[in-house]
């Protein structure tokens, strides 16, 4: 049972009933579910996805084509990542993966788009077919000058697919340095996808060969183990494959559900077009994953550090309280979120504070029920010996110089991301840092740190939150 009190603004029954009628092919949702909800849950994974598969690899190895082949969802929606053709902030795609009772594997393993009614037909044989799991896809930038926003979304992954392209040597640079991310953010689970095949058909030992590189590469690494599938995700081939991979190689998590909930904002927007009449215009949206507990359409909210206030040369941060009046995963509406997939919160506050990612970072929870803004941090590291994917002109790797004292590092503690000065290091892996930015977290989380070299950050080590200082609100 919940040992919380949650808001008293919930939909009424009508409302409720209302809210589902929008979309009667999925199953419904209400609030007396909430005690008994599972990650598996019918009534959860018809409408929302409850494991977040992350995308990751060198940049145009074809992460974003495969995420569209599985789930139909083009994740280069902005017009600057259309004309270079490269995703520059984070993707997000949810895809329903059914399986039929009749189709031999893997060819029974069929995926569509989140809106996908609950009943729907194989392809092949017209049987109906049964849910077997909803996810959602983190598509992560290959770009090396957009490393912080990769380990922005291995804040929420829950496994990943890595994919390499077979008509270029492995490993490429980002394709290092996202396998070390995943070192970083203690993932178990990686599926290797070696794409293009289709393009090398020429040559008949080509694909081995990188095949081949491939194993040599995660060899000792937490991908050692893993499945390697030669896919050509423009041609859709062997798709079913890695559909039938994700089913049964990726386990669902294990969720705590009956604690208030916390929510990490990895996207924020402004949903209304300028020129909006007053009478129509929306309140501010966040997007990000729900890491613990149940979050509902009427519950009221804390936003930590929240909104930014400069006077003069002192700078405060005041936590934003406001209230829960949407929930979607992708088209489809809910009346309650659980951990797993990608939430849009549709929020009582004005949009100008979600515009352009501004909340970003920020940590979405009940009121006074959320970790402690820290403005230093005691952190117990790890400093990598060389930097990963870069080399000097001689070809030689590039050597990671020990940490001193006053210098700038980057620091990525779950979605947030922000500068800091170190201002002790001590012979026993400790270093003490002053942030620009006020971080909500707690002791024992990850931090992921990045120095500047040649112009651009690179990540040069890991730790964890060992003790800090606190600030007031």
């Given at each position: 049972?919940e040992?919380f009190?949650?808001?008293?603004?919930r939909?009424?029954d009508?409302e409720?009933?209302?809210?589902?009628?929008?979309?009667?092919h999925?199953?419904?949702?209400?609030?007396?579910?909430i005690?008994n909800?599972?990650?598996?849950?019918?009534e959860?994974i018809?409408?929302?996805?409850?494991?977040?598969?992350?995308?990751?690899?060198h940049v145009a190895?074809?992460?974003?084509t495969?995420?569209?082949?599985i789930?139909?969802?083009?994740?280069?929606?902005f017009?600057?990542e259309?004309?270079?053709n490269?995703t520059?902030r984070?993707g997000?795609?949810?895809?329903?993966?059914f399986?039929?009772?009749k189709?031999?594997e893997?060819?029974?393993?069929?995926?569509f788009?989140?809106?996908?009614?609950d009943?729907?037909q194989?392809?092949l044989?017209?049987?109906?077919?049964?849910?077997v799991r909803?996810?959602?896809?983190v598509?992560?930038?290959?770009?090396?000058?957009?490393m912080?926003?990769m380990?922005?979304?291995?804040?929420?992954?829950?496994?990943?697919l890595?994919?390499?392209?077979?008509?270029m040597?492995?490993?490429?640079?980002?394709?290092?340095?996202?396998?070390?991310?995943?070192?970083?953010?203690?993932?178990?689970?990686v599926?290797?996808?070696?794409?293009?095949?289709?393009?090398i058909?020429?040559?008949?030992?080509?694909?081995?060969?990188n095949y081949e590189?491939?194993?040599?590469?995660?060899?000792?690494?937490?991908?050692?183990?893993?499945p390697?599938i030669p896919?050509?995700?423009?041609?859709?081939?062997?798709i079913d494959?890695v559909?039938?991979?994700?089913?049964n190689?990726?386990?669902?998590?294990?969720?705590?559900?009956?604690?208030?909930?916390?929510?990490?904002?990895?996207?924020?927007?402004?949903?209304?077009?300028p020129?909006?009449?007053?009478?129509?215009?929306?309140?501010?949206v966040v997007g990000?994953?729900?890491?613990q507990?149940i979050?509902?359409?009427?519950?009221?909210v804390e936003?930590?550090?929240?909104r930014?206030?400069?006077?003069?040369?002192?700078?405060t941060w005041?936590?934003?309280?406001t209230?829960v009046?949407t929930?979607?995963?992708?088209?489809?509406e809910?009346?309650?979120?659980?951990?797993?997939?990608?939430?849009g919160?549709?929020?009582?506050?004005?949009?100008s504070?979600?515009?352009n990612?501004?909340?970003?970072g920020?940590?979405?929870?009940?009121?006074?029920?959320?970790?402690?803004l820290?403005?230093?941090?005691e952190?117990?590291?790890y400093l990598?010996v060389?930097?990963?994917?870069?080399q000097?002109?001689?070809?030689?790797?590039?050597?990671?110089?020990?940490?001193?004292?006053d210098?700038?590092?980057?620091f990525?503690?779950?979605?947030?991301?922000?500068?800091?000065?170190?201002?002790?290091?001590?012979e026993d892996?400790?270093?003490?840092?002053?942030?620009?930015?006020p971080?909500?977290?707690?002791?024992?989380e990850?931090?992921?740190?990045?120095?500047?070299?040649s112009n651009?950050?690179?990540?040069i080590?890991w730790?964890?939150?060992?003790?800090?200082?606190t600030i007031?609100?």
């Amino acid at each position: 049972m919940e040992t919380f009190k949650r808001g008293p603004q919930r939909l009424t029954d009508q409302e409720v009933d209302e809210l589902m009628k929008r979309q009667p092919h999925l199953l419904k949702q209400n609030y007396d579910q909430i005690p008994n909800l599972t990650p598996n849950s019918q009534e959860v994974i018809s409408r929302q996805a409850t494991i977040n598969v992350g995308t990751i690899g060198h940049v145009a190895h074809g992460k974003s084509t495969l995420v569209r082949s599985i789930s139909t969802i083009n994740t280069v929606r902005f017009r600057q990542e259309r004309v270079r053709n490269i995703t520059i902030r984070l993707g997000y795609a949810n895809a329903k993966i059914f399986k039929c009772p009749k189709c031999p594997e893997p060819q029974c393993y069929q995926s569509f788009s989140s809106e996908k009614e609950d009943n729907a037909q194989c392809d092949l044989c017209k049987e109906v077919m049964t849910l077997v799991r909803h996810i959602s896809f983190v598509d992560c930038p290959g770009h090396d000058i957009l490393m912080s926003t990769m380990l922005t979304g291995a804040a929420v992954m829950d496994c990943a697919l890595l994919i390499v392209a077979a008509n270029m040597p492995c490993p490429q640079p980002q394709t290092q340095e996202h396998l070390v991310a995943l070192v970083i953010t203690k993932l178990k689970y990686v599926i290797v996808i070696q794409n293009k095949v289709d393009i090398i058909f020429r040559d008949q030992q080509a694909a081995l060969r990188n095949y081949e590189e491939i194993t040599r590469f995660i060899k000792g690494t937490i991908a050692e183990d893993s499945p390697i599938i030669p896919v050509s995700a423009q041609l859709k081939y062997n798709i079913d494959c890695v559909i039938q991979q994700i089913c049964n190689f990726f386990p669902i998590p294990d969720r705590q559900l009956q604690v208030p909930p916390k929510m990490i904002i990895i996207r924020s927007f402004d949903v209304n077009k300028p020129g909006e009449k007053p009478e129509n215009l929306h309140g501010g949206v966040v997007g990000g994953s729900i890491l613990q507990g149940i979050l509902s359409v009427g519950d009221e909210v804390e936003i930590r550090p929240g909104r930014q206030c400069k006077n003069g040369n002192q700078t405060t941060w005041h936590p934003i309280t406001t209230r829960v009046v949407t929930l979607f995963a992708e088209q489809n509406e809910l009346v309650y979120a659980v951990p797993g997939g990608l939430i849009g919160v549709g929020l009582l506050i004005d949009p100008s504070l979600t515009r352009n990612d501004n909340l970003v970072g920020c940590v979405l929870g009940f009121p006074k029920q959320l970790p402690e803004l820290y403005r230093e941090l005691e952190i117990n590291y790890y400093l990598m010996v060389s930097v990963v994917g870069a080399q000097q002109q001689d070809g030689k790797t590039q050597k990671i110089a020990k940490i001193q004292q006053d210098e700038m590092l980057k620091f990525n503690v779950l979605s947030n991301e922000t500068p800091g000065r170190v201002i002790e290091v001590r012979e026993d892996k400790i270093m003490r840092v002053a942030l620009n930015n006020p971080v909500c977290t707690g002791l024992q989380e990850k931090v992921a740190f990045s120095r500047r070299l040649s112009n651009k950050f690179r990540l040069i080590g890991w730790g964890i939150i060992t003790d800090g200082r606190t600030i007031t609100l």
